[in-house]
């Protein structure tokens, strides 16, 4: 018998008048025999597959029925049918994910079993009240024997770890969940941290509550006497009214900012004026 082969490709130098590049060349190799193994799990695995989606199917037409007889939107009632059998079929899938971790796996199956139970029995229901209960009860062992037949595989391909190497992974796995718990508080913490930075800057450039210049207590500014008029063309600058309170007598820089923000700039800053004061 001839054996089997496959072609493949891979990449060679080439060279033409001097020049070399890497080019495509096939070639052939013997192809390994079959995996009989791995070709009967993939097709058990189709069958439950299909069993499965047949399983929900029912359950869903069987429940929706059940639910639309409480007068709820048909919809509704066939959409909430279907967490019947999505409950177990996640914990099904929880369950493949911990397969290596006999301890990890008991809460999934545990909780698959409780769905289950519940699928079966509003199955049942159905079944009772349309007068075949004996139709209620098939369609129960039905999700049962899918149930079942996913145990089954999963015992299977399921392969514990030794006691010892178990402790190896959990630990290893705390460490993992460790920083990827610090980093989401890192950034927990970072955004609260920008938040308070934005808040002090805020309340740090608006104006003093204090500083604010009062409509009534400005009215009560008059200009120093031997103050200069403002002219016509434009107002008077920060520093000519700090200057101008200056010659006049007045000193206190409280008194000082009030006429600066009567005569020149009512946002006058409190640290302008003193830093003219200063320079005074």
Known sequence: ????????????????????????????????????????????????????????VWSTA????????????????????????????????????NRYDPTRVRRPRTAGHVFLTADMAAVCVHGWIADSLKVGII??????????LYTLILDHQAAPLDFRTQQWVAIRRGEINSRLALGAARRQLSRVESRAAAEEAALLTAPDAEADPDPDSLAEVTPPAGAPILPSSGPMTVKDAVTTARSCGITDQDAVLRYVRKVADANAKGETVARYLRGA
């Open 139 to 148: 369609g129960a062992v039905l999700s049962a024997g899918a149930k079942a």
């Open 62 to 97: 069987s429940i929706g029925d059940l639910l639309v007889l409480t007068d709820v939107t048909p919809a509704i009632a066939y959409a909430a049918a279907t967490g019947f059998s999505l409950g177990w079929l996640v914990c099904m899938a929880l369950e493949w994910l």
């Open 1 to 56: 018998m001839r054996p089997r082969t496959i072609t493949k490709t891979r990449r060679v130098p080439h060279t033409v008048d001097g020049e070399t590049r890497l080019v495509e060349e096939r070639y052939t190799l013997p192809a390994p025999p079959r995996d009989w193994d791995h070709i009967v799990l993939t097709g058990a695995l189709a069958v439950v597959a299909a069993g499965l989606l047949i399983v929900i």
